[in-house]
């Protein structure tokens, strides 16, 4: 299994989550969400994820919807 490693982020631009929370941290591995990698991170509503994972899948729901967006108003 692959592993990504996020950039390390400098800046926080509107978007990007902010994970150094503790909040987001469990000392307990359980796989991904997304990937099904064993991770110790969890997203906002605390279900397993990595940060790069549940960034990726943001960004998808937001293409998703600006193309559904697009799609109403023509
Ligand atoms: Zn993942």
């Known amino acids: 299994m692959k592993r990504r490693r996020p950039a390390a982020a400098r800046s926080l631009p509107g978007g990007c989550l902010d994970w150094r ?5 469990s000392s307990r591995e359980q796989p991904c969400r997304y990937c099904g990698s064993d991770t110790h991170l969890r997203d906002p509503k605390r279900k397993p ?3 790069a994972c549940a960034e990726q899948a943001i960004a998808q729901q937001s293409a998703d919807m600006a193309d559904a967006y697009r799609k109403d108003t023509l």
């Open 49 to 51: 994820a990595h940060k």
């Open 21 to 25: 929370d503790s909040a987001h941290w």
